[in-house]
């Protein structure tokens, strides 16, 4: 039929796109060209979106600009004098500067690189958490004052909080001060903001919450920790994001709006600024990339700006959450900030969600996630066997039919008008709905959709081991490397994908009768092989399992066809019954169980 050929064509088309677009030859093609840049994907990304060294103050006033521009000048000493603060918990350590009283280190202890060594998602911080006040001419930048704090080292245990504080008089009778409130059990961390007598060194109400240094690369495939690195910023109802791709610099600027929350993302981590006592009024997202020849990529970096609201008299305070750790997702929804998840399309994250949710429940009594992907995988097909069971069977009675198609086709293959109204007239007469086979799988594919995403982007996969050579559903289940890489393929051998083409192929081979379409029983099996050699282990884990019980299901629970006279003749007594009343619905129903 023409319109398998069409079929066919546009599921190759649609599959050699998608090579394209994941390839390692387009990404080399696409980066090619570009400048060569220093870099260093083992630490952080912290291109100088702004000037770090000291600005300086230009504002209306000469008393102000000399009370300033003194202590400006002794900067190079306040720099000399400055010291690290430690937090320690049973999360994180973190190193805050009293230069400015910034972030500038954070590392986690439950998370680590592949290598074994914890992750530090913060390295050699500068402007993270500074305050800048603009004037007409240049800004303040607090973070090149030393600020006065009581501690030096902070030790938290789980349930156990305390509060730290900076302070600085950045001119006469101008007060600037940062209060973190740090709990042992908690990524979040509060931070208090106070300003007070500063509106005389402002060109407007407000001022700039800045984070600079970006967030450090965690994977040991760049280019794949990159895909999901973004920022965003959350307004009324809608999330914006900024990607720079592969531009060397790009922002997106909002003012005069309120902003419920700024983040940026990478893959399995992320950063997040979120007002509490009034939203922001206005945020300037911005990113630059530096490419990386070693690893073929671009290494993003963002910057984030919330302008806050300065009162018009007397002190200004706000409070913040200022969030830096995992994407986990019920931590992320109880700080409002969960729509950074990748989740999929909106009509598909329902289906993610509920993907998630049964996933993390059935790891609360299996701790393996291996095993919870093998349980999960029989769930879904339990639930899922009225609708393939229905699909089987419809196209197990499609083949049944099809010498009688051949026959219509060859009467009619000058009228094609003909032929259809011959073809829909054969389904009435034996029953048979031509979509019957298509239809249910068409209700699977967000589920599947889902589950790529879910598997595609959840921490909790990351690191966690099944058994044998599986020791991270996260990542390819490699059993060798190749000393060169084969195009959509890549460098190494996984085993999973492999298996998962095999039974895809048998399954193939058991569902299409149709010589038209007999490509397909091969073609397909090669083309995802391919394509899901270098997806995470417990997405092929699951698909490869999918396809044995689909196997298993198609050989052992579907019924055989009918035979077509014995069909015909039931069809055409149940459209006698429909004329009939009360007692015909009854006899219709002993009927149908037959």
């Excluded at 099944?466 to 996984?494: E, K, M, Q, R």
Aim: glycine share 6%; aromatic share 10%; net charge neutral.
């Amino acid at each position: 039929m023409e319109f398998d050929k069409r079929t066919l064509l546009a599921t190759l088309l649609i599959v050699v796109i998608f090579f394209i677009f994941t390839s390692d030859f387009y990404h080399s093609w696409r980066y090619g060209h570009l400048p060569p840049a220093p870099s260093d994907t083992t630490g952080v990304a912290s291109p100088a979106l702004e000037p770090v060294m000291p600005e300086s103050l230009a504002v209306g006033g000469e008393s102000r600009i000399a009370s300033v521009q003194a202590s400006l000048e002794s900067l190079p000493v306040e720099t000399q004098l400055a010291r690290d603060i430690i937090i320690e918990t049973p999360l994180y350590r973190g190193v805050l500067s009293t230069l400015g009283g910034d972030i500038k280190e954070w590392q986690f202890k439950e998370y680590s690189y592949h290598n074994g060594d914890p992750i530090l998602l913060v390295q050699n911080g500068v402007n993270n958490l500074s305050i800048i006040l603009p004037s007409k001419f240049d800004s303040l930048n607090t973070s090149q004052y030393n600020f006065s704090c009581n501690d030096s080292l902070v030790q938290l245990a789980a349930g156990e909080a305390r509060t730290i504080t900076f302070e600085r008089e950045i001119a006469p009778g101008k007060l600037v001060r940062k209060a973190y409130s740090f709990s042992g059990g908690e990524y979040a961390v509060g931070l208090a903001i106070t300003l007070e007598n500063v509106q005389d060194l402002v060109d407007g109400y407000h001022y700039n919450l800045r984070w600079h240094t970006g967030l450090g690369t965690t994977e040991p495939n760049l280019q794949n920790d990159m895909t999901d690195t973004k920022a965003y910023t959350f307004i009324g109802d809608d999330l914006l994001d900024l990607d720079v791709s592969d531009e060397a610099y790009k922002e997106l600027k909002e003012d005069e709006r309120d902003i419920s929350w700024a983040a940026m993302r990478t893959k399995y981590f992320a950063c997040a600024l979120i007002p509490e006592s009034q939203p922001a009024r206005g945020v300037k997202l911005s990113g630059t990339t530096t490419y990386v020849p070693s690893a073929d990529a671009r290494l993003k970096s963002y910057q984030i700006d919330l302008k806050m609201p300065l009162a018009r008299q007397g002190p200004t305070s706000h409070q913040l959450k200022v969030y830096l750790g995992p994407l986990e997702y019920d931590t992320l929804e109880r700080l409002g900030v969960e729509r950074i998840m990748n989740l999929g399309w909106s009509i598909i994250r329902p289906f993610s969600w509920a993907a998630l949710k049964s996933l993390q429940w059935l790891h609360n009594f299996v701790p393996n996630y291996g095993l919870v992907i093998v349980i999960f995988s029989i769930l879904i097909k339990i639930i899922l066997h009225p609708l393939t069971k229905k699909s089987n069977e419809s196209m197990k009675q499609m083949q049944v039919l099809q010498p009688k198609m051949k026959e219509l086709q060859e009467k009619y293959s000058k009228e094609p008008q003909k032929l259809n109204e011959e073809m829909m007239k054969m389904y009435r007469e034996y029953g048979v709905n031509p979509l019957g086979g298509c239809l249910p799988m068409l209700l699977q594919m967000p589920l599947l959709f889902a589950m790529f995403t879910v598997f595609s982007s959840t921490i909790s996969f990351r690191q966690a081991p099944f058994f044998g050579w599986i020791n991270d559903l996260s990542l390819p289940d490699t059993i060798f490397t190749l000393p060169f890489s084969i195009p959509f393929y890549g460098n190494h051998v996984a085993l999973l994908p492999l298996l998962m083409g095999i039974t895809m192929f048998i399954q193939q081979k058991m569902s299409i009768t149709d010589p038209k379409q007999k490509a397909m029983i091969y073609v397909m099996p090669i083309m995802f092989t391919l394509m899901f050699n270098n997806f995470p282990s417990g997405l092929n884990l699951y698909y490869a399992l999918f396809n044995v019980l689909s196997i298993i299901q198609q050989k052992y629970m579907t019924k055989p066809p009918e035979d077509l006279e014995a069909r015909k003749k039931k069809m055409k007594e149940r459209a006698e019954l429909k004329k009939g009343g009360f007692h015909a619905a009854l006899s219709r129903k002993r009927l149908m169980k037959k």
